[in-house]
């Protein structure tokens, strides 16, 4: 199994930000597609944003221009930083890693609100 190890949530006001931490196995972190999806309360499952091993990214027309998705090399982490949160941004936020059937993490909350 693939461990992922979240961090980073927590509540915020509207206009803030928070930076989401996911720590990978280091063959994981290298080789494959990693990103971050989130999923309110009673929704469906939406992608954030992906990253490959060699950087090209993409985004869900929400996140484009607010947040941010890279890869710390040093730590074998995706990071996703979130400017100008807003209360439709709360949602679990999970971490994902595209190797076989995909693997998630256990997700880390995010809440905005004022």
């Known amino acids: 199994q693939v461990q992922l190890e979240e961090s980073g949530g927590g509540l915020v006001q509207p206009g803030g930000s928070l930076r989401l931490s996911c720590v990978a196995p280091?063959?994981?972190?290298?080789?494959?597609?990693m990103g971050w999806y989130r999923q309110a309360p009673g929704q469906q499952r939406e992608l954030v944003a992906t990253?490959?091993?060699?950087?090209?990214?993409r985004y869900a027309s929400f996140a484009e221009g607010r947040f941010t998705i890279s890869r710390d090399n040093a730590e074998n982490s995706v990071l996703l930083q979130m400017n100008s949160l807003q209360p439709e941004d709360t949602a679990v936020y999970s971490c994902?890693?595209?190797?076989?059937?995909?693997?998630w993490g256990q997700g880390t909350q995010v809440i905005v609100s004022s």
């Open positions: 994902y890693a595209g190797v076989g059937a995909g693997h």
């Open positions: 280091e063959n994981i972190f290298r080789y494959y597609v």
């Open positions: 990253i490959r091993s060699g950087g090209r990214t």
